[in-house]
């Protein structure tokens, strides 16, 4: 019922700057807690940031807070993730992901049910 579609991944230098979008089917898009994720290669899957239903709280890790930015267009069913001042370790399949059951910021990977296929970035020195 709910399908998510990753695009604007791409190879960087480092310092520049990327903006990811994830565009969403479903009704239900506008009250579900929203999240990114990334892998990095041979390495598990992290969290990267979170927003909540209204877009009144979001979440980041701290190896991305303050360079990244996550924000949702409701009417256009999409999520963005701005990501500035990119760093080689940035480099990761990245991955937008949506909870059915959750309003809330959450972290954890367990918390979400729907899964885009990913989109790569790659930031070089």
């Known amino acids: 019922q709910v399908q998510l579609v990753e695009s604007g991944g791409g190879s960087v230098q480092a310092g520049g700057s990327l903006r990811l979008s994830c565009a969403a089917s479903?009704?239900?898009?506008?009250?579900?807690?929203m999240g990114w994720f990334r892998q990095a290669p041979g390495k598990e899957r992290e969290f990267v940031a979170t927003?909540?239903?209204?877009?009144?709280?979001?979440y980041y890790s701290d190896s991305v807070k303050g360079r990244f930015t996550i924000s949702r267009e409701n009417a256009k069913n999409t999520v963005y993730l701005q990501m500035n001042s990119l760093k080689p370790e940035d480099t990761a399949v990245y991955y937008c992901?949506?909870?059915?059951?959750?309003?809330?910021?959450?972290?954890?990977?367990?918390?979400?049910?729907?899964w885009g296929q990913g989109t790569q970035v790659t930031v070089s020195s």
């Open positions: 927003i909540n239903w209204s877009s009144s709280g979001t």
């Open positions: 479903g009704r239900t898009f506008s009250s579900n807690t």
């Open positions: 992901a949506a909870s059915s059951f959750l309003r809330q910021t959450s972290t954890t990977e367990g918390a979400y049910n729907y």
